[in-house]
């Protein structure tokens, strides 16, 4: 089992900025992607960003250039700096791992999720 705790988040003005946390630990044999989603209220949860094997990156197009997620394998993390933050930005962001055992089979692993929410 892999465990994910999440930190950050809260209560920001628009153009302000927020940073997030995700740690993971338990049975981690190899941490193939990690990434940020979100959901806001009455929305589907929708990919915000993700690194696949602690390098390539994906962002969502609303957040491109404003968010810079990063990872660091030592320490099973990953982040998540959200600057110019803007009221749709505002939901609940969940932490995703993937992690591979030794024979390469996927696991799929959510946090607990954690608000933010950005006033006008």
């Known amino acids: 089992q892999v465990q994910l705790v999440e930190s950050g988040g809260g209560l920001v003005q628009a153009g302000g900025s927020l940073s997030l946390s995700c740690v993971a630990s338990?049975?981690?044999?190899?941490?193939?992607?990690m990434g940020w989603y979100r959901q806001a209220p009455g929305k589907q949860r929708e990919l915000v960003a993700n690194i696949i094997n602690n390098s390539v990156t994906t962002y969502a197009d609303s957040v491109k250039g404003r968010f810079t997620i990063s990872g660091d394998n030592a320490k099973n993390t990953v982040y998540l700096q959200m600057n110019s933050l803007k009221p749709e930005d505002t939901a609940v962001y969940y932490c995703?791992?993937?992690?591979?055992?030794?024979?390469?089979?996927?696991?799929?692993?959510w946090g607990q999720g954690t608000q933010v929410t950005v006033s006008s």
């Open positions: 995703n791992v993937v992690v591979l055992t030794p024979t390469q089979t996927p696991w799929n692993y």
């Open positions: 338990g049975s981690i044999f190899k941490i193939a992607v």
